[in-house]
């Protein structure tokens, strides 16, 4: 009678088992590695690199071509209420003198990733805190409790969607309608005197609370999306509805330190695929440290922006396509750098 060396079999067993998921593992890295790199499993749908326009024409040809759903995209938009009010001040001084304990210690804006934060309409320093309510931002002296009181109030023309605190600089979000667009007629850009929505992003000289100063003032065509700030630099993600109207089309327009810019056709990416809607999405990143540096921006014609998530190198953005997917694109940020870098599909759609 023979005997089996049942541990030898096994051991065989395992190293074959090895070798197999060794072969697999590389010719399905060398794919995913040939279809735009190996970034996540969503490159499994196929990277669509993107592309610019060549002209104005393109661009009209394109979203004649591919017309979009706007009443759906106008139904789902963020932002177009405004944010609820907290109340009056005076109650909101007595709260923090009745509340406040004597420690230098203090809880931030909850955030999804360390590093990366959020804008929120209340924000602490550990010494001050900043109160956006409707038109309004406050500046109160929280520490201190004795000390406490109101310091300084910003009364603005347009709604604050969020602000951000970065040493003595405060960044303040708005939303809302300017009363004359700018309409591209055949090669030029006119005013025309309609509503349209735009994006401020405003930067207070705040070294001493008592009398903020206006340093920074950066206009966005489009409805406020969502930002986020990194180290000393803040990345807002702004939507506008591309459409022809009249047969031309309404491109971005930025105002920056009283000079007016469109973003041209040529400078627009996008994807050459059939949507339910197109926007235009910009993402512009402003220096707040130094007054000098101009911003950047990048516009991507993509489908409607419905979530994001931001990590301390790169900006993700969903938005549902057709066939019940969801597409997904990544660009790479990194100071006043930004860059397309990937995109993928997904079945289904993106809870939150």
Do not use: C
């Not at 109340?87 to 990366?116: C, H, L, M, R, W």
């Not at 810019?261 to 949507?275: L, M, R, W």
């Amino acid at each position: 009678m023979k005997f089996l060396n049942y541990s030898h079999i096994e051991r065989n067993r395992i190293i074959s088992l090895g070798l197999i998921a060794f072969i697999i593992g590389g010719t399905l890295g060398g794919v995913l590695w040939h279809f735009g790199g190996i970034y996540t499993i969503l490159d499994l749908g196929g990277f669509r690199p993107l592309q610019r326009f060549s002209s104005y024409e393109e661009l009209k040809n394109f979203l004649n071509a591919t017309p979009s759903s706007l009443p759906y995209y106008y139904r789902m938009l963020p932002g177009l209420t405004n944010l609820r009010g907290l109340g009056d001040i005076a109650t909101f001084e007595s709260a923090i003198k009745a509340t406040v304990v004597n420690s230098p210690d203090y809880s931030t804006t909850n955030i999804q990733v360390e590093g990366v934060d959020e804008a929120d309409i209340v924000k602490t320093d550990g010494e001050y805190v900043y109160l956006a309510s409707g038109k309004t931002v406050v500046i109160l002296r929280a520490f201190p409790p004795k000390d406490a009181r109101v310091l300084s109030k910003l009364d603005l023309n347009q709604t604050v969607n969020g602000i951000f605190v970065n040493g003595d600089r405060l960044v303040v979000f708005q939303g809302g309608y300017d009363p004359v667009g700018i309409v591209r007629w055949s090669r030029f850009a006119l005013p025309y005197p309609y509503e349209v929505a735009r994006t401020t992003i405003k930067v207070y000289d705040i070294s001493d609370r008592t009398r903020p100063t206006l340093s920074r003032d950066l206009t966005i065509d489009g409805y406020y999306f969502s930002s986020r700030m990194i180290g000393n630099y803040v990345y807002a993600v702004v939507n506008k509805p591309a459409y022809l109207k009249k047969g031309e089309v309404e491109l971005p327009i930025l105002l920056f330190d009283k000079h007016v810019k469109e973003i041209p056709a040529t400078s627009i990416y996008y994807i050459n695929v059939t949507d339910y809607y197109h926007i235009f999405t910009t993402i512009a990143a402003l220096d707040l440290q130094d007054p000098k540096k101009e911003p950047t921006h990048e516009t991507f014609l993509l489908g409607a922006a419905a979530n994001i998530y931001v990590s301390q190198k790169n900006l993700y953005i969903t938005s549902p396509e057709r066939a019940d997917t969801t597409s997904i694109h990544r660009i790479s940020i990194e100071g006043g750098k930004i860059a397309y870098a990937a995109n993928g599909n997904v079945t289904g759609y993106v809870l939150n």
